[in-house]
């Protein structure tokens, strides 16, 4: 499943490509059985899409669904910084400094960049910031939201593309990291916001 998860974040299985079988047997060199086990799965995690007695498809990319979950995960990320800021402790401070630094030492706009390696570490600090706010049922949400939204920063962190027009966090996960810690409710949602509406102006050039 993960290898048929990766090509569909990388663009190799493009949106709205119907994925037959026997194709993608051949492709990965695994039976039909653990294929149409990793299609079930993909399609729980919203990857792809089925049509009865039709077929199977990965998931296809659009404008009102890209606003819709980056407007959702900007709800959720505000409330659930807030909460970390106020109860946030030594240990969550600790999270976030390792985070940031693992994610400062990944470059995505480099020409041999590692995006799985990027992402996974993207991700890890975005989650750092916010689970010091002791709310497992929210945090959960905002996961199934910030995987959705995987398939679209794929799409902006391109890297067959020049070196301007790659991604570049202008600073402002190290701002955001430094918000937080400081107990600056105000600014660090301040820089969210401009954060994620930044992240969808870009993609939506690309889509």
């Given amino acids: 499943m993960e290898v048929i998860r990766q090509d569909i974040l990388l663009g190799e299985l493009a949106p709205g490509q119907k994925l037959v079988v026997a194709d993608l047997k051949q492709r990965y060199d695994v039976g039909a059985s653990p294929i149409r ?4 799965q993909l399609s729980w995690r919203k990857y792809v899409k089925f049509a009865p007695q039709k077929g199977c498809w990965v998931s296809p990319v659009s404008l009102p669904e890209l606003e819709d979950l980056f407007e959702t995960n900007l709800v959720l990320s505000k409330v659930l910084i807030e909460r970390a800021i106020q109860n946030g402790d030594e240990a969550w ?11 400062s030492r990944v470059n995505p706009a480099e020409s041999e960049v590692d995006f799985v390696e990027w992402e996974q570490r993207h991700s890890q600090f975005h989650l750092a910031l916010l689970e010091g706010s002791n709310s497992p049922i929210m945090l959960e949400l905002y996961r199934e939201v910030y995987e959705q939204i995987e398939r679209y920063r794929h799409i902006w962190v391109c890297q067959s593309r020049q070196y301007q027009e790659r991604y570049h966090d202008n600073g402002e996960h190290e701002a955001l990291m430094k918000a937080v810690l400081d107990r600056n409710t105000e600014k660090a949602v301040s ?3 401009n954060h994620f509406e930044r992240a969808t102006d870009m993609i939506k050039t690309y889509l």
């Fill in 93 to 103: 401070e600790l999270n976030i400094l390792t985070s940031y630094h693992k994610l």
């Fill in 37 to 40: 086990e990793a299609l079930v």
């Fill in 191 to 193: 820089i969210l916001n």
